[in-house]
């Protein structure tokens, strides 16, 4: 039997072509809705990366209870930060496919997490090559 390996986001832009929903944070715009809770107690936004700023902690579970991390002011400022990536990106022909990249990326970039992805020149030419070849492969049929 054939093995068909999984290759991200190179599977989810083909499928995002077709309108399925990608699995990858940022590519799904939700990226304000995963918490991140270290093993000494640190809330943060996000497992996959350590964010370089206290700005970016939320609080710690073992001082307070996860709910007061949640509607603090770092979680806040992070929430305004991901809707202006929205904002930004609205005009994007590939909005529906990336839906302004990854708030981490931006940060580390220009500790500005409303600023452009800095990825983003070259996922356009991704996705517009990804795109052209699916879109001639579609035509053989
Ligand atoms: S910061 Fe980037 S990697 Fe982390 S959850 Fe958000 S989109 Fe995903
Ligand atoms: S490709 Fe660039 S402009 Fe377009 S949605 Fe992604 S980050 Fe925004």
């Known amino acids: 039997m054939m093995m068909v390996k999984k290759m991200s986001p190179f599977e989810d832009i083909v499928t995002g072509l077709f309108d399925y929903p990608p699995r990858l944070c940022w590519m799904r715009g939700t990226c304000a809705m995963f918490i991140c809770i270290e093993p000494d107690g640190d809330v943060w936004p996000c497992c996959d990366r350590t ?42 022909e590939w909005a529906f496919l990336c839906r302004g990249g990854c708030v981490y990326h ?18 356009q030419k991704i996705f517009a090559h990804i795109a052209g070849r699916v879109d001639e492969i579609l035509s053989w049929v």
């Open 106 to 123: 931006r940060i580390i970039q220009s500790d500005a997490a409303d600023a452009p992805d800095p990825f983003c020149p070259a996922y």
């Open 51 to 92: 964010l370089p700023s206290e700005t970016y902690r939320w609080g710690n579970v073992l001082d307070k209870d996860l709910s007061t991390a949640i509607k603090s002011r770092n979680a806040h400022v992070f929430r305004e930060a991901d809707k202006k990536r929205q904002s930004f990106c609205m005009r994007c």
